[in-house]
């Protein structure tokens, strides 16, 4: 027995239950492997990719809601919200959505009706248990003048693509939040394209509740001043705000080194330093900001261990690869 005292770790979630909901995204690999993690500091998940349209139909009329199932269990037994991600996007998408029989392009009416399909379909299967929706997913462009991306969506059935996801999906579900998403989303640019949007969707009285800021940051970018001015931007609009995919990398996006075991001491201290000033300013805006997810729990697993550069490791949480705090966990937990 050891008579050393051990420090009390607080739970995340509890610390902020006042503020918002604490979220992280999760996998079937990541509910059995981080479980202890989860069940005390998030009150909320999101599938990371099982409720994509590639994972729940990957052919047309054959749903496969097995793991999807699995996460909303999960969600279920530890008492915990759950967000769903995502109903319409250009990526994860299979291919025969847009194709006949033939391999023609589908027309509008068909994409429409199979959009449907799938929108009513997934969205009434979570009925009272995932209380919002990503409904649409990175939708607008991120260089240039032109607002939408261009995707199949847009091609086949033309800008009101957008909104009609909204009210296939606010049918199947009246009670559910729907939130626009996306990335880059404190870009001053791509900043005022995505409220742009969101804008038009508020003035035609679309069903649409909220926006995700999708927050995939560095130590370094965005700046502070550029993730309030997007906060109050999209606030003014009177929607609540989530933040749905944060994660802070230790690397700059162009940055394509890949030798690094571990992260540097300079790094953690940036890291903690930027998870300081960020929940700080998140805090300042709780009247806004509903929610905090995270893009996974610990460093023992991250997309950014692939993304942008394959196999590279990355350590963007709170939590280490032991899932031990970090010193970003007690910064975020300490309101100083
Ligand atoms: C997100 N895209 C997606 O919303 C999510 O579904 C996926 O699991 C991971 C990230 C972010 C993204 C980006 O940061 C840069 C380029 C493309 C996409």
Known sequence: MTTKTRVEIPSLQKVYEKYFNIGAAVNPRTIESQQDLLATHFNSITAENDMKFERLQPEEGHFTFGKADTLAAFARENRMKMRGHTLVWHNQTPAWVFQDSNGEMVTRDQLLHRRKE????????????????????EAIKDEGPELFRETKWLEIIGEDYIEKAFEFAHAADPDALFFYNDYNESD?????????????????????????????????NPSLKDIRTAIERYASLG????????????????DKRADLME???????????????????????????????????????????????????????????????KDSFWKVVQFL
């Open 188 to 220: 001053p640019q791509k900043r005022e394209k995505i409220y742009k949007l969101v804008k038009s969707l508020v003035d035609k009285d679309v069903p649409i509740h909220g926006v995700g800021l999708q927050a995939h940051w560095n130590l370094v």
């Open 263 to 325: 992260p540097t001491p300079e790094m953690l201290e940036l890291q903690a330093e930027r998870y300081h000033q960020v929940f700080h300013l998140l805090r300042e805006y709780q009247d806004s900001i509903t929610s905090v997810t995270f893009w996974g729990a610990a460093d023992d697993y991250s997309w950014l261990s692939n993304f942008p550069v394959k196999g590279r490791k990355n350590w963007p949480f709170l939590f280490d690869e032991n899932h031990q705090p």
């Open 239 to 254: 929607l609540k705000l989530h933040l749905t995919e944060l994660d802070v990398s230790v690397f700059n996006f162009g």
């Open 118 to 137: 799938h929108i009513t379909t997934v969205v009434q299967r979570y009925k009272g248990q995932i209380y919002c929706w990503d409904v649409v997913n």
